[in-house]
């Protein structure tokens, strides 16, 4: 059975033993509060011992610590100093992060272009958030020439493995007929979907989309996008 006061046992036994990937696992489980008290001073310690031996994901925690300043003083700069550690190595989420600072300027000078470069090396590995990052990147012209088309394509690479921010960014391209033709149907089926899998604020975001397009359906179209949002899988690619 589950248990995680025997893992963070056994991560400790490793992990005082110098085994970074045991120490970057008990990092986590201080900072979610898994088997132990919640502790981020904890969890940036150890996550800090793994990234002296190199550890990526250790790297890519550090930051995310550095960045929402839990454990640490909030430092930006320090944030993307361990994103690119962990993002050039090939990180798809550091690559994400590291992007996402780029692209507002948060411990860098703001730059669309270095923002488009990040977003596409998660993306090509098939990091859903890089996806839909570089979703929005085309639709919006930022960093690469404007283009619906591009857009779609990477925002419904995204929305198939189940990012509720894609299902939502590609239900607005249908809702508006941008890249794809107009169909509210299925934009409210992707916007539906997005409501079940998303946090508060996507979903909140997820919901009003969602309920904008039932008012400007009939009761025929809306039957039908329901029975296809609960009906959706992977393997559809609508």
């Known amino acids: 059975p589950q248990n995680d006061e025997e893992a963070v046992k056994w991560y400790r036994r490793a992990a005082v033993q110098g085994e970074a990937a045991a120490q970057t696992n008990l990092g986590y489980m201080y900072a979610e509060g898994r088997g ?16 002296q031996q190199g550890h990526v994901l250790a790297q890519a925690n550090l930051g995310y610590m550095y960045r929402t300043g839990r454990g ?3 430092n930006d700069g320090e944030a993307v100093r361990w994103y690119r550690w962990a993002a050039v190595q090939g990180h798809g989420l550091a690559q994400v992060n590291l992007g996402g600072m780029y692209r507002s300027g948060r411990g860098v000078p703001q730059n669309d272009g270095e923002a488009v470069k ?7 590995q098939g990091e859903a958030v890089g996806q839909n990052g ?38 607005y391209m249908y809702a508006e007929g941008r890249g794809v033709q107009q169909d509210y149907v299925v934009g409210y089926m992707w916007s539906d979907l997005a409501v079940s899998g998303a946090n ?23 039957v ?6 609960r009906e959706w899988d992977p393997v559809n690619l609508n």
């Open 200 to 222: 508060s604020g996507e979903r909140n975001r997820a919901v009003r989309q969602r309920d904008r397009l039932a008012q400007q359906m009939t009761l025929g179209q809306l």
């Open 118 to 124: 990040w977003y596409r090396r998660a993306a090509v």
């Open 72 to 74: 640490v003083p909030q």
């Open 134 to 171: 570089l979703g929005y990147m085309y639709a919006e012209g930022r960093g690469v020439s404007q283009s619906d088309v591009e857009a779609v394509k990477w925002y419904r690479r995204s929305a198939v493995q189940g990012e509720a921010a894609g299902q939502t960014s590609l239900g």
């Open 36 to 51: 132990v008290p919640q502790n981020d001073e904890e969890a940036v310690k150890w996550y800090r011992r793994a990234t």
């Open 224 to 229: 039908e996008a329901q029975r296809l949002a």
